[in-house]
Nanobody, 122 residues
């Protein structure tokens, strides 16, 4: 079993930046892939970015260039750097782990989820 705890959300003005963190504990050997998703008000979970155990990354095209995912193995953490934030980035942001497939196209690949951290851009 894996536990994920996100932090780093908050309120920011348009054009600002935030760095989200996700600390992973428990059976980290099963976390082949780690990713970030968001759920905007009234919307579904949207995949943002993912990083696998070889540090290969993939991003949703619409956010590539503004958002960046990274990992710190020593801290069992994954990060999401978000730059030039826009009001439409307002959402609850979640980190998740997947045991096999590193695809953000579907949440069905993702097994464990954090509680989320709110990002509000005004």
């Amino acid at each position: 079993h894996v536990q994920l705890v996100e932090s780093g959300g908050g309120s920011v003005q348009a054009g600002g930046s935030l760095r989200l963190s996700c600390v992973v504990s428990g059976d980290t050997a099963s976390t082949y892939c780690m990713g970030w998703f968001r759920q905007r008000p009234g919307g579904i979970h949207e995949g943002i970015a993912a990083i696998d155990s070889d540090e290969n990354t993939n991003y949703v095209d619409s956010l590539k260039g503004r958002f960046a995912i990274s990992k710190d193995y020593a801290k069992n953490s994954v990060y999401l750097q978000m730059n030039n934030l826009k009001p439409e980035d307002t959402a609850m942001y979640y980190c998740a782990t997947a045991p096999r497939y590193c695809s953000i196209a579907s949440i069905s690949f993702w097994r464990e989820w954090g509680q989320g951290t709110q990002v509000t851009v005004s």
